[in-house]
């Protein structure tokens, strides 16, 4: 006698919770709508799985749906499910916006509410999906839909001076960073938080025409970026758990990036030191190097992070990073949060913090399955 077929399914996957499928239609190469045909929708169905469907109809939809459903479903204390085809950047939506929301309303004097966080199953559909190598999700995604199990994601705040504002419309337009507190703009991630060469590469490959080559237009966007390598004015320092701040040395820096994740690209392994989701923030920094050394460094992050070892980058175990930067030019001061682009002000400065597992300043507000 055959098992029904409910007995088979994980926790996260049965009748007792709200499904939600997302599909990002314009993540990476633009086939997610095809692969939920092809792949995610017969596989539901054949566990008889009841399910709702949202298409994105713009970069704003993530940003709607968690506002007005995902939130609302887990303040109610609604188990919830959501199937996530998209790259990075929707799961930074849905982390960015219930921590935005959450925190916004911790003036509030009365007993907290129940809260459930939502259990996400990430199937990678970006261009890079650093998140989904880096948490072996990548490697099999239906696989871990089926038997992967919840663990909480951790995220970090990225604080800016006032005047900051999101990079949007392929470099054409400017809006409001969503949530602010009273030294600036706040925006949260799960990434990386970058200024320099990575953050340069990303905004200038954000593009429809460098979108159409995939994982190809970071490798187009660097070859552009180092015909003539600019050197990022700026001061530069971060604080371990000791609370003491330690400067990078010197006023000119090539490449500056804090991660959560071991992996930017399935074979670019930026911190090899992390564990999946173990909430530790690494800093990688490159000081003022010519082109060809920067190259150099960076190539051996695709032999298994070699370049971690190399003298002349600093690798650490942080707790925050602090950028004041001194560049007139707008395009220098651009800052990348998991994919999305900050241009900070003249003279301003960002700040990146790890958000805590546990004690007064703890907040989780997703599960990843993996």
Request: proline share 5%.
């Amino acid at each position: 006698m055959s098992l029904p077929a409910q007995q088979s399914l994980p926790g996260h996957l049965l009748p007792d919770r709200e499904i939600h499928v997302v599909i990002s239609i314009l993540s990476g190469r633009h086939k997610a709508k095809e692969y939920y045909e092809e792949s995610i929708k017969p596989l539901l169905d054949s566990h008889s799985i009841v399910y709702f469907t949202h298409e994105t109809k713009s970069t704003k939809t993530i940003i709607e749906l968690t506002e007005k459903l995902f939130i609302v479903n887990a303040r109610q204390g609604v188990k919830q499910t959501i199937i996530l085809l998209s790259g990075d950047g929707g799961i930074v939506d849905i982390v960015n916006t219930f921590t935005t929301l959450l925190n916004r309303r911790n003036d509030d004097v009365r007993a907290p509410s129940i809260f459930l966080k939502p259990a996400i199953v990430l199937i990678p559909m970006g261009t890079a999906n650093a998140l989904a190598w880096s948490s072996g999700v990548a490697q099999d995604p239906l696989k871990t839909m089926m038997e992967g199990r919840p663990k909480s994601l951790p995220s970090f705040k990225v604080c800016f001076s006032r005047g900051a504002e999101l990079v949007v419309n392929e470099g054409q337009d400017r809006e409001a960073i969503g949530d602010e507190d009273e030294d600036g703009p706040i925006m949260y991630g799960a990434v990386v938080a970058s200024w320099g060469l990575h953050a340069s590469l990303v905004a200038m490959s954000d593009t429809t025409e460098y979108r159409k080559h995939g994982l190809a237009r970071f490798q187009m966007a660097a070859e552009q970026l180092l015909k003539e390598v600019h050197q990022y004015s700026g001061k530069v320092k971060w604080r371990k758990s000791d609370g003491e701040w330690r400067d990078l040395p010197g006023p000119q820096h090539s490449y500056v990036l804090a991660t959560m994740v071991s992996n930017l690209e399935e074979h670019f392994q930026i911190s090899p030191a992390t564990r999946p989701l173990d909430g530790s923030l690494r800093l990688v920094a490159i000081g003022a190097e010519p082109a060809s050394e920067i190259m150099r460094i960076l190539h051996l992050a695709y032999q298994s992070g070699k370049h971690v070892t190399d003298p002349k980058v600093t690798y650490e175990d942080i707790e925050a990073l602090r950028i004041e930067f001194d560049e007139p030019d707008e395009q220098w001061r651009m800052v990348c949060v998991d994919g999305k682009i900050v241009a900070a002000t003249q003279g301003g400065w960002v700040e990146v913090t790890r958000i805590p597992a546990t004690g007064m300043d703890a907040r989780r507000v997703v599960e990843l399955v993996c």
